[in-house]
């Protein structure tokens, strides 16, 4: 005996529903492995490591650019203070001449101090951030080796869960060809809705989830429609058609 395509398309829902709940299960037992939540532990710790990595790489970038700066400006001082000391050995000069000359090494002296201080400082400054950014890039390395680690330890302890997603996925591409899209929009809308439990069977008459009996009129209408149809108390998509089993024996 063969199926007509709709009682086909009714049987291919209810065991698509069936595979449904079964890969949610295989899912839930990932996510619950031990190794599964330290690896989420471990990844929020990578982040918050690179991200400040990343900061400190910023800080001392921009440190080196205002570093080189100064000391720009301290060889352009030091350059001017030798030309304006060989000028004033080359010639013989006024007493005015004389303090000028003095007045502008004075003032080139200063601005060699103060650079001198500042690059103290700011050289000061990228030791420190130096050694914040070997310490990261350090943490990093550990978390990295920590996390290849865990990751080893959970796909030798996943791999047969895995397995076994990876069969049903495929049963389920193949049982999903047979359902039309209508009927497939319906049912991942349905899905959302009653998270997973989407689909009703029926025992006689009571719908196999909401257990609601059906009014006699009701059952009659129902068994007269189309045999994926709506429950009436709960709205999950009722299948009608009955004993489901009977499938196996056609
Ligand atoms: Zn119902």
Redesign the pocket.
Known sequence: MSLDPQTDEAYALVELQDLDLRLLRHAATLKAMPEERKLETIALARKKVAGELTKIVGRRKDLEIEIGDVEGDLAHYREVTDRVQAEAATRQQDYREVRDLEAQLTSLAKRIEKCEFTLKGLRADLEKLLTAERNANLTLARVDQEREATQAAFDRSSSDVKAQIRTLAAERDATAKRITPEVMARYEQARRRFKGLAV?TLKGNV?S??R?KLQPSSFSDLMHGPVVTE?P????M?VTVEPFSQKDEG
């Open positions: 009703e719908p989830v909401c609601v429950c108390y709960c709205r999950r009722l």
